[in-house]
């Protein structure tokens, strides 16, 4: 199939209809609002239904009962957006439904600013909502990914009957790439199995409901949901090294638009003869911790750049256990380290490993990194967020 | 002749039938159902004109109403 | 013997947990008569919020959703948008439609969902204690209004059938209540009438039930529907407020 290229918040609207997704419920906010723009046009083509919500609380319950009736159904928001529809995901989680949510995150906190962060990691991979509950969390790098998590995440959804969200950063849904779609036409409709609520004809009334109030059988539909994590655990963890077949002195681990970033670094940083290794976490939930410690083995030292202060490196050190010392630097309020900013730190952290050059008489890649700051100190207060070491 | 019957268990001893037979002839019974309520019974039977008002004022579905012959329908519900 | 009154097939056979003369309990019935003679129980889809009324899914035959607070009429939309075929109804307390769901259920009627919304008021928070809702009688006293409500303080209560009736999207909207068998006959036939508008796919249907909550007025069933027809009734006026048939497109345009 041909590429076209598309806007990366359009390319997803697309993808969910191509996954057979022709429902959905949403609510303005920037930077995600051509995804309800674009499907407010398309869906009625497909035979498809637009509603905007009045709320993203509204639009949170609106998916709740639309895969409630055994519907494939998507919603979209930016981060303020999100923190609206934890209630409608925690009743959505507690009820074993397949939604997909898709979360443009823009800077916070508050209304924060509508440019591009990854200040809800947290919020995505640990506390959406309230209770004892867990997103299946993919977090693409381009706007083909986005397009194949985007068909992933329903697949996932359904497979497991569990909410899940893809979490892009706000330039992964401004920017124009060209995309393939792996799916032609509109997929076909969702499979309501045994649990929807399509009336009940000829068969005994079902409920969806998450009140229970014996602690026993309280404690067990919470137990089942663990089973259910502990499956997704096991086999759903999806991620990428980068310059990691040789050896490496430095293991960057980044997430999302900032793994990009990092490998046009990592690149550079090659030529001039330093070998840096990238782990990017696909699936942020499940987090995939062993491949991410055994990649850190091999380093000296880690380095974890993110566009936050600094939430996707406590799963780093949660994976290192301790046994790496680990950097971190972040950007937020929509400043994104460019490339050249993001070798600074590889440098520094390289220097903190004392790993050099591998091989000689390649030109340096910046002028304020060649400069020798003595020992820790200096290189310390040259970084502009916090850095943080494995406990 | 309309009758009506009491499903004692399910009833609460609200006492809303007994105010709302026109006939007025529901009273409440001196045990206890199991679950510790007073509950409905009929002390003038052959006054029953099988209006179904005491029925449907029941928040708990606790009465049904039969007749025998003819039933003079006295409003639609 | 001929039976001329019994359950309904759209009830579940089983004793509610509602208190002594609560009539939430004629309201469910009501509503399953309304379901069942239309002949829509098999398609029917009724969604319960928290309130007194949470537990309605273990009472109507009928497939049912339990939701989170205020929110029922946003999973209505969703449902119904989704699967128009199906016959979905919200059975909401005053708490939770006029307080907390207040946007959800502006923007439903407003947008004209095809649902039926039973709207119980009984002037407290049942479930949590007897709490002022936002209903609640200028003077009456509860346990968060314990010196009476004072309307200078949180104003008056707020008529939610005159407010869902002044939007101009078709409707049918109309206020009923329990405290008797005349108005109780009446609250049946404008049920079912909402249920009928809705399967022939007419319009958004609101029914307001005035109903009591003995307990939590501190007064036994028999003052408390005097209760209502003398305190309520004046201040919520009974009837249609708004019927479908009297629309008329207004000519406003934006292109
Ligand atoms: C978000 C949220 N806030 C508060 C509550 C607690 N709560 C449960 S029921 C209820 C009041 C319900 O009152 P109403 O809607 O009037 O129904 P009633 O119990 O009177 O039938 C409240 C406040 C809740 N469950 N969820
Ligand atoms: S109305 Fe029903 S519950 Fe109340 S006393 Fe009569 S039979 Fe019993
Ligand atoms: S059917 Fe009518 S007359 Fe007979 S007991 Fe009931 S209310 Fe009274
Ligand atoms: S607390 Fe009030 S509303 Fe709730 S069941 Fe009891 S009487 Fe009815």
């Given amino acids: 199939m041909a590429k076209v290229l598309m806007k990366g918040n359009e390319a997803i609207g697309e993808a969910a209809i191509r996954a057979g997704c022709v429902h959905f419920f949403g609510y303005p906010i920037t930077p995600q609002s051509e995804v309800p723009e674009y499907l407010s046009k398309r869906l009625p083509e497909v035979g498809g239904k637009y509603v905007q919500a009045e709320s993203e609380v509204a639009a949170s319950n609106m998916i709740y009962g639309s895969a409630g009736v055994g519907i494939r159904v998507l919603t979209t928001s930016s981060s303020p957006g999100i923190s609206l529809m934890a209630e409608g995901l925690s009743y959505i989680a507690a009820c074993s439904l397949p939604v997909v949510v898709v979360n443009i995150m823009r800077a916070g906190p508050g209304l924060g600013g509508i440019l591009p962060a990854q200040g809800d990691y947290l919020q995505a991979v640990k506390g959406t909502g309230h209770g004892d509950f867990q997103l299946v969390v993919l977090a693409p790098a381009s706007v083909q990914e986005a397009v194949n998590l985007v068909i992933l995440a329903f697949e996932l959804a359904e497979k497991y009957l569990t909410p899940v969200m893809v979490i892009g950063d706000g330039m992964i849904g401004q920017m124009m ?5 792996p799916i032609e036409g509109v997929g076909p409709p969702l499979d309501p199995g045994d ?9 005994d009334k079902r409920i969806i409901n998450s009140l229970h109030l014996d602690p026993e059988y309280c404690n067990k539909i919470n137990m089942d949901l663990k089973a259910k994590y502990d499956r997704i655990k096991k086999n759903e963890q999806r991620w990428e090294l980068y310059n990691c077949e040789k050896p490496y002195d430095l293991l960057v681990c980044a997430f999302g638009m900032m793994s990009r970033i990092c490998k046009t670094a990592i690149d550079e940083l090659a030529q001039a003869g330093y070998r840096v290794g990238l782990f990017r976490p696909i699936s942020v939930w499940p987090f995939p911790y062993a ?8 380093a000296k030292r880690v380095l974890v750049l993110e566009m936050n202060m600094g939430q996707m490196v406590e799963d780093i050190q949660l994976a290192g256990q301790g046994t790496r010392e680990i950097d971190f630097f972040g950007t937020a309020g929509g400043k994104v380290f460019s490339p050249d900013e993001s070798k600074e730190k590889m440098l520094y952290s390289l ?18 990194s060649e400069g020798k700051p003595k020992k820790k100190k200096a290189a310390k207060t040259a970084g502009p967020a916090k850095k943080r070491k494995a406990r | 002749m309309p009758k009506i019957e009491v499903n004692t268990e399910r009833c609460k001893g609200c006492e809303r039938c007994n105010d709302a037979c026109p006939q007025q002839i529901i009273g409440m019974s001196d045990q206890l159902n199991n679950k510790g309520y007073k509950y ?10 099988g209006c179904r008002i005491c029925a449907i004022i029941c928040p708990d579905v606790a009465i049904e109403v039969y007749v025998e012959g003819t039933q003079y329908e006295l409003f639609q519900y | 013997m001929k039976k001329i009154f019994a359950s309904t097939e759209a009830l579940v056979d089983r004793p509610t947990h509602y208190c002594p003369g609560c009539t939430h309990g004629v309201i469910h019935r009501i509503v399953a008569e309304s379901i069942e003679e239309l002949g829509l129980r098999e398609r029917t889809v009724g969604i319960a919020p928290v309130g007194c009324a949470v537990l309605a899914y273990e009472y109507f035959n009928c497939d049912m959703f339990e939701a989170s607070h205020g929110r029922a009429p946003a999973v209505a939309t969703g449902a119904k948008r989704s699967r128009p075929d199906l016959i979905l109804f919200t059975y909401q307390g005053d708490g939770d439609l006029a307080s907390i769901g207040m946007g959800e259920i502006i923007h439903a009627a407003n947008r004209g969902e095809k649902i039926t919304v039973i709207f119980v008021n009984n002037a407290v928070y049942g479930m949590t ?3 002022m809702a936002p209903t609640t009688m200028p003077g009456q006293y509860t346990t968060t ?21 002044t939007l101009t999207t078709p409707g049918f909207v109309a206020r009923v209540s329990l405290h008797n068998p005349k108005e109780t006959i009446r609250a049946k036939e404008i049920i079912k009438r909402a249920f009928a508008y809705q399967a022939a796919g007419t319009c958004f249907t609101f029914v307001e039930c005035l109903s009591t909550c003995p307990t939590n007025w501190g007064l036994s069933p028999r003052e408390a529907e005097k209760w209502l027809e003398e305190k309520m009734v004046p201040y919520y006026p009974l009837g249609v407020k708004k019927r479908p048939e009297d629309f008329q497109e207004e000519q406003h345009g934006a292109s």
């Fill in chain 1, 177 to 181: 790439e060209p995309v393939e779609f």
């Fill in chain 1, 195 to 203: 649990w929807a609520l399509n009336g009940a004809r000829g068969r």
């Fill in chain 1, 291 to 298: 491949t991410c410690k055994q990649a850190m083995q091999k």
């Fill in chain 1, 351 to 368: 220097k903190q490993a004392g790993a050099g050059k591998s091989r000689a008489g390649v030109s340096q890649p910046s002028s304020k």
């Fill in chain 2, 40 to 49: 409905a019974v009929v002390f003038d039977r052959p006054r029953c004109i």
């Fill in chain 3, 129 to 131: 204690g007897g709490q």
């Fill in chain 3, 145 to 165: 209004s314990p010196y009476g409500r004072d309307v200078k303080d949180v104003g008056y209560p707020v008529r939610m059938a005159e407010i869902v009736a």
